[in-house]
């Protein structure tokens, strides 16, 4: 039901926007136009006419606003205007409880904001902003993840696996820079917060020998540092791995490339050069190998696992021109003759990810993430299926 709210939000931002942009205001402003940058306002009358009021602040209680309120615009600096019929923000799940409208010159009508239960128009307890619709929640709503098979539905996966239960797990950085683990079963498990001074997050396997996936960061300051995973979706105490790792533009782990059984890692350099670091299988990582240069043409790295099915593990990356290529492993730490398996679109996405077996048919699947999150569905002989939307990612999320 938000889903379907927000996109009729969406649609009438469209439709005003393209008004609002191709008209210059002659005279002293009127209607929503009378709301200050910076802040939002609510008016007693529709399209932003009558009375006004202004806020800098969110407001757990609009007092005497609550029962005249009829139309709002947000003006601050936020996507999302979380509105809820209740004081104090509270939010039940349903429409007349929470409305998130987003950012811009355009206004909403609360009378737009109602079912058979309940309305927004002149009841409006509370009002608050926010970058993703899931502030508006609380921040207490994990993104969704559910995988086919669900929880519990397998052996373990060999990587992307952090709680060993056969499902494909994600994490997921917020834009408050909370970290939740996602099992797989659409509700996750929030892991802490302060996430965000991680300038890279990698996973793919085991690296210190207890067959628990692990996971890999780089902080602002350039330290590389390895949380081992429990085997349970958390970490314990991470272990520094060294400096000196800011001028690196990639960090991808890949799972094992050079036929040692011990997972290992690529990273590109900003002057283009890609690396190989052989996993010790103790946590940290032997002397690099120089690959080659000329991989600043490239975008994203993922570590897929074998996807052409030659029992070597693969590297997939998309080009800034839009194509995807798979890198076949040569099982002794480099790669053979690349193989275009996407001809163009994939500089839309950001993130590529190794998911593992996503529908556990034996084939390795692989995740797009841009604005929306994508399943490619591994199939025989390294190509990928057609693209299927699970999802869509707000600002500032981030999901590895
Ligand atoms: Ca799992
Ligand atoms: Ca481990
Ligand atoms: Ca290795
Ligand atoms: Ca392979």
Same mark, same amino acid.
């Given at each position: 039901m938000r889903t379907k709210l927000r996109a009729a939000l969406v649609t009438a931002a469209a439709a005003l926007g393209l008004v609002a942009t191709s008209v210059v205001p002659a !005279?002293?402003?009127? *209607?929503?136009?009378?709301?200050? !940058?910076?802040?939002?306002?609510?008016?007693?009358?529709?399209?932003?006419? *009558?009375?006004?009021?202004?806020?800098?602040?969110?407001?757990?209680?609009?007092?005497?606003? +609550?029962y005249k309120a009829s139309s709002v615009i947000n003006r601050t600096a936020y996507t999302w205007l979380c509105l809820y019929s209740r004081t104090n923000y509270q939010y039940l799940d349903s429409v007349h409880d929470i409305v998130a409208g987003g950012a811009g010159? #355009?206004?909403?009508?609360?009378?737009?904001? !109602?079912?058979?239960?309940?309305?927004?128009?002149?009841?409006?307890?509370?009002?608050? @902003?926010?970058?993703?619709? +899931?502030?508006?929640? =609380?921040?207490?709503?994990?993104?969704?993840w559910s995988?086919?098979?669900?929880?519990?539905? $397998?052996?373990? !996966?060999p990587f992307g696996d952090l709680n060993r239960d056969g499902a494909p797990?994600?994490?997921?950085?917020?834009?408050? *820079? +909370?970290? @939740?683990?996602?099992?797989?079963?659409?509700?996750?498990?929030?892991?802490?917060?302060? @996430?965000?001074?991680?300038?890279?997050?990698?996973r793919h396997g085991d690296l210190n020998g207890d067959l628990d996936e692990d996971l890999l960061? +780089?902080?602002?300051?350039?330290?590389?540092?390895?949380?081992? *995973?429990?085997?349970?979706?958390?970490?314990?105490?991470?272990?520094?791995? =060294? =400096?000196? @790792?800011?001028?690196?533009s990639r960090i991808q782990a890949t799972g094992d490339l050079n036929g040692d059984g011990k997972g290992d890692l690529l990273a590109r350099d900003t002057a283009g050069n890609l690396y190989m670091y052989p996993g010790n299988g103790k946590g940290s990582f032997g002397d690099r190998l120089l690959l080659g240069g000329g991989w600043n043409a490239m975008k994203s790295f993922a570590g897929p696992g074998d996807l052409n099915g030659d029992g070597r593990n693969d590297l997939v990356v998309s080009e800034n021109n839009g194509k995807l290529w798979l890198y076949p492993g040569n099982g002794r730490g480099g790669f053979g003759d690349r193989v275009m398996i996407g001809t163009g679109g994939w500089a839309a996405y950001d993130t590529l990810i190794g998911i593992g077996d996503y529908d556990?048919?034996?084939?390795p699947d692989l995740l797009a993430v841009g604005t929306v999150v994508r399943v490619y569905r591994g199939l025989?002989? $390294?190509?990928? =299926?057609? $693209?299927?939307?699970?999802? #869509?990612?707000?600002?500032?999320?981030r999901l590895f």
């Amino acid at each position: 039901m938000r889903t379907k709210l927000r996109a009729a939000l969406v649609t009438a931002a469209a439709a005003l926007g393209l008004v609002a942009t191709s008209v210059v205001p002659a !005279q002293a402003a009127t *209607g929503f136009d009378r709301c200050p !940058q910076g802040k939002f306002c609510v008016f007693d009358g529709a399209d932003g006419q *009558g009375a006004m009021a202004s806020y800098s602040t969110p407001q757990p209680d609009l007092g005497a606003w +609550r029962y005249k309120a009829s139309s709002v615009i947000n003006r601050t600096a936020y996507t999302w205007l979380c509105l809820y019929s209740r004081t104090n923000y509270q939010y039940l799940d349903s429409v007349h409880d929470i409305v998130a409208g987003g950012a811009g010159s #355009y206004g909403i009508n609360l009378s737009d904001f !109602q079912d058979a239960n309940s309305h927004l128009d002149n009841n409006l307890g509370s009002a608050r @902003w926010a970058h993703t619709s +899931r502030e508006c929640q =609380g921040g207490t709503e994990s993104l969704d993840w559910s995988t086919p098979h669900g929880p519990g539905s $397998g052996p373990a !996966q060999p990587f992307g696996d952090l709680n060993r239960d056969g499902a494909p797990d994600l994490l997921h950085r917020s834009y408050e *820079g +909370r970290l @939740w683990f996602l099992g797989g079963g659409s509700t996750g498990t929030l892991l802490g917060a302060g @996430w965000n001074s991680m300038t890279a997050l990698t996973r793919h396997g085991d690296l210190n020998g207890d067959l628990d996936e692990d996971l890999l960061v +780089r902080d602002t300051a350039g330290n590389l540092y390895m949380y081992p *995973g429990n085997g349970k979706g958390s970490f314990g105490d991470r272990l520094l791995l =060294g =400096g000196g @790792w800011n001028g690196m533009s990639r960090i991808q782990a890949t799972g094992d490339l050079n036929g040692d059984g011990k997972g290992d890692l690529l990273a590109r350099d900003t002057a283009g050069n890609l690396y190989m670091y052989p996993g010790n299988g103790k946590g940290s990582f032997g002397d690099r190998l120089l690959l080659g240069g000329g991989w600043n043409a490239m975008k994203s790295f993922a570590g897929p696992g074998d996807l052409n099915g030659d029992g070597r593990n693969d590297l997939v990356v998309s080009e800034n021109n839009g194509k995807l290529w798979l890198y076949p492993g040569n099982g002794r730490g480099g790669f053979g003759d690349r193989v275009m398996i996407g001809t163009g679109g994939w500089a839309a996405y950001d993130t590529l990810i190794g998911i593992g077996d996503y529908d556990q048919d034996g084939h390795p699947d692989l995740l797009a993430v841009g604005t929306v999150v994508r399943v490619y569905r591994g199939l025989q002989g $390294g190509r990928l =299926g057609e $693209g299927e939307t699970v999802n #869509y990612v707000e600002d500032g999320d981030r999901l590895f």
